[in-house]
T-cell receptor, first 110, second 114 residues
Framework: KQEVTQIPAALSVPEGENLVLNCSFT??????LQWFRQDPGKGLTSLLL?????REQTSGRLNASLDKSSGRSTLYIAASQPGDSATYLC?????????FGDGTTLTVKP | DTEVTQTPKHLVMGMTNKKSLKCEQH?????MYWYKQKAKKPPELMFV???????INESVPSRFSPECPNSSLLNLHLHALQPEDSALYLC?????????????FGAGTRLSVL
């Protein structure tokens, strides 16, 4: 069973909508969870990092939460814009290793 | 400066060639990583260096040989690769632990093995 799962795999929304991306993990042993953005053919850009002792982090229109007991993290994007279109990846880190989910590909239509 | 620089951006090599990928950061990070990413798949961890010592090798074939000459540089030496090794190779760096354990990624080297 895949250790880190992201739902949905793809999402298309009109500009201005608020949206939630989901990340779940099977192993509750976690040091931190990081959300990244990846544009096609590019590297990864760090968005937010949540330590295992924290419950959420916020940066601008982005808010990420972490619930270790249920093995879930969510990334909330407020007032989406076409420039937010990208693939969003979550990565769970433990014992120095990071394991990524397959990502959610977001398209925000003007 | 939160930049991780990878060179070259693109590399085409034959199966008998020897080449190297390079990664550099000047953020004072003491953990550096190599990942491999196939198309439409998430990055997969290959190697982790912590304080210039190899701390994690995810059972990577010996045709990939990492090297960390100093705290700012990370190399990946390639020899006798297979076509299935074609992928985007990503380097990342971070503080080894603590609240600043944010991984910063380079733009990657896109490798094609013919």
């Amino acid at each position: 069973k895949q250790e880190v799962t992201q739902i949905p795999a793809a999402l298309s929304v009109p500009e201005g909508e608020n949206l939630v991306l989901n990340c779940s993990f099977t192993d509750s042993a976690i040091y931190n969870l990081q959300w990244f953005r990846q544009d096609p053919g590019k590297g990864l850009t760090s968005l937010l990092l949540i330590q295992s002792s924290q419950r959420e982090q916020t940066s601008g229109r982005l808010n990420a939460s972490l619930d270790k007991s249920s093995g879930r993290s969510t990334l909330y994007i407020a007032a989406s814009q076409p420039g937010d279109s990208a693939t969003y990846l979550c990565a769970k880190t433990n014992a120095g290793k990071s394991t990524f989910g397959d990502g959610t590909t977001l398209t925000v239509k003007p | 400066d939160t930049e991780v620089t990878q060179t070259p951006k693109h590399l085409v090599m034959g199966m008998t060639n020897k080449k190297s990928l390079k990664c550099e950061q000047h953020m004072g990070h003491r953990a550096m990583y190599w990942y491999k990413q196939k198309a439409k798949k998430p990055p997969e961890l290959m190697f982790v260096y912590s304080y210039e010592k190899l701390s994690i090798n995810e059972s990577v074939p010996s045709r990939f040989s990492p090297e960390c000459p100093n705290s700012s540089l990370l190399n990946l030496h390639l020899h006798a690769l297979q076509p299935e090794d074609s992928a985007l190779y990503l380097c990342a760096s971070s503080h080894p632990a603590g609240a600043k354990n944010i991984q910063y990624f380079g733009a990657g080297t896109r490798l094609s093995v013919l």
